[in-house]
């Protein structure tokens, strides 16, 4: 059907977007722990060593396993910011993700690595 095609154009797109801006680097690295450190954020994927590295440095962010497909998406509408680290993001987290994102219009940041200076500038902008 159409609409089927139009939602698959739509996670078409949502993947290029994913892999375009989780690539670019920043031109500089300018923000620090502390800019973002009392911020509602929402962090999604990831393996469970670069999850646990950031629960500690910042206790107060959210994180969800990666194989938690059952999260309360509640925590998505709390949030300032849904950070993705699509390198160990599953599919449904992915869409369960994108799912409740579709409903309330809040921007996901896209990552695709582990560096903890590309993560803090990614959530500073």
């Known amino acids: 059907s159409s609409a089927k095609n139009k939602e698959l154009n739509d996670e078409s797109a949502i ?3 994913i892999i375009d801006a989780a690539g670019k680097e920043p031109e500089t690295y300018s923000a620090t722990a502390d800019d973002v450190k009392d911020l509602k954020v929402l962090v999604l994927g990831g393996s469970v060593s670069w ?3 950031i629960s ?3 206790p107060k962010f959210k994180i969800v396993p990666v194989n938690d497909c059952d ?3 509640a925590l998505i509408d709390s ?3 849904v950070v993705f680290n699509w390198l160990y993001g599953g599919h449904g987290l992915f869409y369960r993700l994108i799912n409740r994102i ?3 219009s809040k921007n996901i940041i896209y ?5 903890e200076r590309f ?3 990614a959530i500073a902008g």
Do not use: P
């Open 71 to 73: 999260f309360d998406k």
């Open 102 to 104: 579709r409903s309330n």
């Open 15 to 17: 993947f290029n977007e």
């Open 51 to 53: 999850q646990n590295h």
């Open 56 to 58: 500690k440095l910042f």
């Open 79 to 81: 949030a300032d910011y």
């Open 119 to 121: 993560f803090i500038q």
């Open 111 to 115: 990552i695709g690595n582990n560096n």
